[in-house]
């Protein structure tokens, strides 16, 4: 009876270390949640100092056998994944938005331990942007490039006025801020957030303290516009004046080229002609007898006329 009673006492004491064993593994084994940044570093929080192991999903990745690291070749990790044996920690860095998953640290070197870390990476938010005020209803609008787990929110000082988020990352996130009047000496800030990183802008004032639109917005709106007609009819009046310069300098180069022509058709071409035997018996002729004594007024032509003249017998030789 005694030993049947002893037996008993021993099984149950078995299965209460069994439970408590498998409570302590379910605790070593819990989930933590950790987040990083795409192009950056992460450590993962779990110091090995002499044997333990990182397993990415089912696959070992890097080992420390007796203080010494052990780096996985694999294209995945190849250069990135780290063992520092001054911290006992091991690194991830440049990170990309694929290594994101489930990785768990094996630590041997006292009591066992498997913590996983569920990594969760995000890319740096974008810088939200204000676009032009409209006046007529004195409102801005506030928008930004969504993605994973971004959030735009409208603030008035420190009070949340909007907030807006959304899992479709194929469209941007947008938020109207309508000034009142009376709120319109109030701070506003338009601000992009996601769990890693923050950006903030300013919303500037567009209407006055009555809630209508700024004088010296309507200034500037007018003077612009003013600016632009200037600007256009100065350009149109330039292109009109060359138009017209180069209109003239064609007409020029025409009738120089035309006077050009004319110059060129009062050349001729002179014919030498050979003296012949009765030249001498046309001396007593008048006509050539008066050329010849006034040779400066006769020209080539003249001359060669005359000898025509002579020999067709136009010209009286008696």
Same mark, same amino acid.
């Given at each position: 009876?005694?030993?049947l009673?002893g037996?008993?006492?021993?099984?149950?004491l078995?299965f209460?270390? %069994?439970? +408590? /064993?498998?409570?302590q593994?379910?605790?070593n084994?819990?989930?933590q949640?950790?987040?990083?940044?795409?192009?950056?570093? +992460?450590?993962?929080?779990?110091?090995?100092?002499?044997?333990?192991?990182?397993?990415?999903g089912?696959?070992?990745?890097?080992?420390?056998i007796?203080?010494?690291?052990?780096? %996985?070749?694999?294209?995945?990790?190849?250069?990135?994944?780290?063992?520092?044996?001054?911290?006992g920690? *091991?690194?991830?860095?440049?990170l990309?938005?694929?290594?994101a998953?489930?990785?768990?640290?094996?630590?041997?070197?006292?009591?066992?331990?498997?913590?996983? *870390?569920?990594?969760?990476?995000?890319?740096?938010?974008?810088k939200?942007?204000?676009?032009?005020?409209?006046?007529?209803? /004195?409102?801005?609008?506030?928008?930004?490039?969504?993605?994973?787990?971004?959030?735009?929110?409208?603030?008035?000082?420190?009070?949340?006025?909007?907030?807006?988020?959304?899992?479709?990352?194929?469209?941007?996130?947008?938020l109207?801020?309508?000034?009142?009047?009376?709120n319109?000496?109030?701070?506003?800030?338009?601000?992009?957030?996601?769990?890693?990183?923050n950006?903030?802008?300013?919303?500037?004032?567009? /209407?006055?303290? %009555?809630?209508?639109p700024?004088?010296?917005?309507?200034?500037?709106?007018?003077?612009?516009?003013l600016?632009?007609?200037?600007?256009?009819?100065?350009? @149109?009046?330039?292109?009109?004046g060359? @138009?017209?310069?180069?209109?003239?300098?064609?007409?020029?180069?025409?009738?120089?080229?035309?006077?050009?022509?004319q110059?060129?058709?009062?050349?001729?071409?002179?014919?030498?002609?050979?003296?012949?035997?009765?030249?001498?018996?046309?001396?007593?002729?008048?006509?050539l007898?008066?050329?010849?004594?006034?040779?400066?007024?006769?020209?080539?032509?003249?001359?060669?006329?005359?000898?025509?003249?002579?020999a067709s017998?136009?010209?009286?030789?008696?």
């Open positions: 009876m005694n030993n009673f037996w008993t006492r021993l099984m149950l078995c209460v270390i %069994d439970v +408590l /064993c498998a409570s593994q379910t605790v084994s819990e989930t949640e950790v987040k990083g940044i795409v192009g950056k570093s +992460l450590s993962f929080p779990e110091r090995v100092f002499k044997t333990g192991y990182v397993r990415y089912e696959d070992t990745t890097a080992s420390v007796n203080g010494q690291s052990h780096i %996985d070749s694999d294209e995945r990790f190849k250069n990135r994944l780290h063992w520092d044996n001054v911290t920690l *091991f690194s991830l860095s440049d990309q938005i694929e290594d998953g489930v990785y768990s640290v094996e630590n041997k070197d006292g009591e066992k331990r498997i913590p996983k *870390f569920n990594l969760n990476l995000y890319y740096f938010v974008s939200p942007q204000v676009r032009e005020c409209d006046s007529s209803s /004195c409102s801005v609008v506030c928008s930004v490039d969504n993605e994973k787990e971004v959030t735009l929110t409208l603030y008035r000082g420190e009070e949340i006025l909007n907030q807006t988020s959304s899992p479709d990352l194929t469209t941007d996130l947008s109207r801020l309508e000034v009142e009047g009376k319109n000496n109030s701070t506003h800030s338009c601000v992009a957030s996601n769990p890693v990183s950006e903030t802008v300013l919303v500037p004032k567009c /209407c006055s303290e %009555d809630g209508h700024k004088e010296t917005d309507m200034n500037e709106r007018t003077q612009g516009m600016i632009i007609a200037v600007t256009c009819v100065l350009v @149109a009046s330039g292109l009109v060359l @138009a017209i310069n180069r209109k003239k300098s064609r007409n020029e180069h025409s009738q120089d080229s035309s006077e050009g022509v110059v060129d058709n009062e050349y001729a071409t002179i014919t030498y002609i050979k003296q012949t035997d009765n030249q001498e018996e046309r001396r007593g002729i008048p006509e007898e008066s050329r010849r004594d006034n040779s400066e007024m006769a020209s080539v032509y003249d001359s060669l006329q005359l000898h025509r003249m002579a017998g136009d010209v009286d030789t008696a």
